[in-house]
């Protein structure tokens, strides 16, 4: 998948689906609702080589120990030749955990769900090959605050258990998926459902796709807001506890955020690596210049400690899945921080490396501006920075073992590095000042960056060259480093750091 994803046909492809923009159609020529989106072909050919290739929900049907981690490596591969279309890969891949609360459901969906064909247009889910599945949370009074959801759902009047949502949301990303996961006040409260583009009796949903976003990236996949007006909905999970029931599908997605966001930083570090290789300077190529290697080793230490702490949550995952409680509570805090600290790096890795190319690398020719557009949202999606950080503090109230498992997995690197033991210490002083609830939503974000990179220290240490590890210990806790990359310290050793990182037809 790697070697397919930086081919030139899917590199093609990554290029004509973000040029071409999705396209709208609420009406036919006679005037009747249609709620259509037409998108490229192109990017119908990165659909169906990610679900042949079993990146959206074909884990779950699967029973191979470390299925969750081979599934996050091909999603880390192919995520970065085009990230747009990613996005309803991982909600059909989240969307299955949380279907799971209603049985019935699931039974009857999950199939098509992991299913390896992606079987494009608006039919009955249950008469298709297979299914994408979208969600849709969000509403323009509450944005994160789901709880302030006004979107309605009535019990239908057919006595066959279904539900009748009105109502607005203001961002439902893949509108053209065949089922959404959403939320709705039904009388108990708060709660989730299934919803369907198209009824079992094939006529349309009551979903009218009102407008397009016009996004500062992601520009292959529409996201879409979207008016229920009697929408038919299947309820998952229990009346009330829609929140808790979704949460699942949520997680799943973040893990998505740090994997599509360490995807994002190595192909800005893969394209900054190849113009330094083939780009000479001052009698030099740029490769071999010392200040051009400590730029390009920052980036390749930073690149690496992301994949290293997104895999490991992804195998967390599975053991989680073959009921490690440990492995659960850790994937419960890790992704959490990760969330906030990896995906927020995201950005400035991506304008460090575009800048790698000077003014080739502003051009669109390049690519690199559209990895740049597309950095800052796994910090937003999902949760921006605040509503992570603030979701660290809740994991740690509420997630019995949660700090434990995390600090554990920190201990498994105790006295390797004296550097790293430091920062485990500076980080559990801070722990005591979190009794204070305001004090704590003031230190939320130094929190979970600290969490975060004291994780990516251990796995480093343990996992990594020396000299990656070294580099990472010396700059990010230890403080031997500015505040822009292209700052870490003298004598670092960038040599087995840069052969790391470089793809091996440019080793050669």
């Not at 899945?321 to 991506?350: F, I, P, Q």
């Not at 921006?384 to 554990?408: K, M, P, Q, Y």
């Amino acid at each position: 998948m790697g070697a397919r994803a930086g081919s030139a046909e899917v590199q093609d492809w990554a290029r004509m689906a973000e040029e071409h923009h999705p396209v709208l159609h609420t009406h036919d020529r006679y005037g009747h609702r249609i709620d259509e989106v037409e998108y490229h072909p192109a990017y119908h050919q990165l659909m169906t080589a990610a679900v042949e290739s079993g990146q959206h929900a074909a884990a779950w049907a699967e029973t191979r120990p470390g299925r969750h981690l081979a599934r996050a490596a091909t999603f880390y591969a192919f995520a970065q030749a085009e990230p747009g279309h990613g996005c309803p890969i991982s909600m059909t891949y989240a969307a299955v955990p949380a279907l799971r609360a209603e049985p019935e459901l699931a039974a009857a969906y999950e199939p098509l769900l992991t299913a390896r064909t992606y079987d494009f247009g608006l039919r009955a889910p249950l008469t298709k090959r297979g299914l994408i599945a979208g969600m849709s949370m969000t509403e323009k009074q509450g944005g994160s605050d789901v709880r302030a959801n006004t979107t309605e759902a009535v019990p239908s009047s057919a006595d066959d258990g279904t539900y009748l949502l009105t109502g607005h949301k203001w961002f439902t990303s893949a509108p053209m998926s065949d089922v959404f996961l959403t939320l709705a006040q039904a009388p108990e409260g708060v709660t989730c459902f299934l919803v369907p583009r198209v009824l079992p009796d094939g006529t349309r949903n009551a979903l009218h796709l009102q407008r397009l976003k016009n996004k500062l990236g992601n520009r292959a996949n529409a996201s879409s807001e979207v008016e229920y007006d009697r929408a038919v909905a299947w309820r998952i999970g229990e009346p009330g506890r829609g929140v808790r029931t979704i949460v699942e599908m949520v997680s799943v997605t973040r893990l998505d955020c740090v994997i599509g966001s360490a995807a994002g930083m190595r192909a800005g570090l893969r394209q900054a690596l190849h113009h330094c290789e083939h780009r000479r300077a001052f009698g030099a190529e740029l490769i071999d210049q010392p200040l051009m290697r400590n730029v390009l080793a920052d980036l390749a230490v930073e690149s690496e400690a992301a994949t290293t702490l997104a895999m490991r949550l992804a195998t967390a995952l599975d053991r989680a899945e073959a009921g490690d409680a440990g492995e659960a509570a850790l994937r419960r805090l890790g992704l959490a921080v990760s969330k906030y600290w990896v995906c927020k790096r995201g950005a400035t890795h991506a304008a460090e490396a575009l800048e790698c190319l000077g003014g080739n690398g502003y051009v669109e020719d390049s690519g690199m501006p559209r990895l740049y557009r597309e950095a800052p949202l796994q910090s937003i999606w999902e949760g921006s920075g605040n509503v992570a950080a603030l979701d660290v503090l809740r994991a740690l109230d509420r997630e019995t073992g949660a700090l434990d498992a995390v600090l554990a997995e920190v201990d498994a690197a105790a006295g390797a590095d004296a550097r790293l033991d430091a920062a485990a210490a500076r980080l559990r002083a801070l722990l005591p000042q979190l009794a204070d609830p305001q004090r704590a939503q003031v230190l939320a974000r130094r929190l979970a960056e600290q969490m975060t990179l004291v994780l990516q220290g251990s796995l480093l240490v343990r996992y990594s060259h020396p000299a990656v590890a070294d580099a990472f210990c010396a700059s990010r806790l230890d403080g031997d480093w500015g505040h822009a990359f292209g700052t870490l310290p003298p004598g670092t050793d960038t040599g087995p750091i840069l052969d790391r990182a470089r793809p091996k037809d440019l080793r050669a």
